[in-house]
């Protein structure tokens, strides 16, 4: 994959050069470029390995490093990581909080935003289980007071408390927050966070190098006829029309 994005950007190079026609570029010509590019199997590994990490893959990351004699890792760092982005998935926020505490305090005490909108889907978990009194309570206690520091939190606040002006969230304009998808928002930040603080990229490479090669693609698209990755699950070449 890495190897035919590189040969994509050279062939783009030299047909800048070339006549406004497209160039057709036979499968076996586009085979042996592909096959000329050499990518050392410790990166491929390296790659693998960040994926399986960042993403918090532990079985997989355990077998695979001891198969690929990749670098060691302190694989209970990504189970304790897993475990703090699953609570605050099943909506267990306060257990969340007290996990990424006892990882490391310094993340929440340097990243207000993060601590914020934690509390913040605290709010959301207490207004989902039908516990308004005490949700009005929490956000006057903790989420108003940095709401009056920070406009944006205030702004992200009314947005959150306008959930309690509906009886039918279905048809409340903010009806989202309570949705799976925003419990899952919060637990990628955290993720980040806690990865960031451990030294580590926050996002796997493969999805951004996957991303890159649709590009450059797409960009050849428009210069020349070669066999191309239609399907990135198999990575077959397959041949375009001329």
């Not at 890495?2 to 160039?23: D, G, H, N, P």
């Not at 920070?150 to 039918?168: I, Y």
Request: hydrophobic share 40%.
């Amino acid at each position: 994959m890495m190897s035919l994005f590189w040969i994509v950007i050279r062939q783009l190079a030299e047909i800048e050069a070339m006549a406004t026609s497209k160039k057709v570029i036979p499968r076996e010509e586009w085979e042996k470029k592909l096959n000329d590019v050499k990518i050392r199997k410790e990166d491929m590994n390296k790659l693998v390995m960040n994926f399986l990490v960042t993403e918090g893959y532990v079985d997989a990351a355990e077998k695979f490093q001891m198969e690929s004699g990749t670098e060691h890792i302190d694989l209970a760092t990504i189970t304790d990581r897993m475990a703090v982005k699953k609570a605050v998935q099943c909506g267990n926020v306060e257990d969340a909080i007290e996990k990424v505490n006892d990882l490391n305090p310094e993340i929440l005490d340097t990243n207000p935003q993060l601590f914020f909108h934690l509390q913040q889907q605290r709010f959301i978990e207490l207004i989902r289980n039908g516990k308004v009194e005490e949700a009005l309570e929490f956000a006057q206690e903790e989420l108003a007071p940095r709401g009056e520091e920070n406009q944006s939190f205030l702004e992200e606040l009314e947005r959150t408390v306008a959930l309690l002006a509906f009886e039918d969230v279905s048809s409340c304009p903010v009806g989202g927050l309570l949705d799976i998808s925003q419990r899952l928002k919060t637990a990628s930040e955290v993720n980040a966070a806690i990865l960031t603080s451990q030294s580590r990229e926050k996002d796997p490479k493969l999805p951004s190098l996957l991303k890159m090669l649709l590009w450059a693609q797409n960009q050849l698209d428009e210069k020349a006829v070669y066999p191309r990755i239609n399907d990135l699950s198999t990575a077959k070449l397959e041949d375009s029309a001329v």
